[in-house]
């Protein structure tokens, strides 16, 4: 039980950091357009 938690946490945050990633890579290419 304690093992599936421990995935499902990791599994959690490794979307959450792709997901900031993916807005940062956005908003640098916006900042990119604009130069």
Do not use: P, W
């Not at 946490?9 to 807005?23: C, D, N, P």
């Amino acid at each position: 039980m304690r093992h599936d938690v421990d995935h499902n946490g990791a599994r959690f945050t490794y979307f959450h950091t792709t997901s900031v990633i993916l807005k940062k890579v956005r908003i640098q290419s916006r900042e990119g357009r604009r130069l």
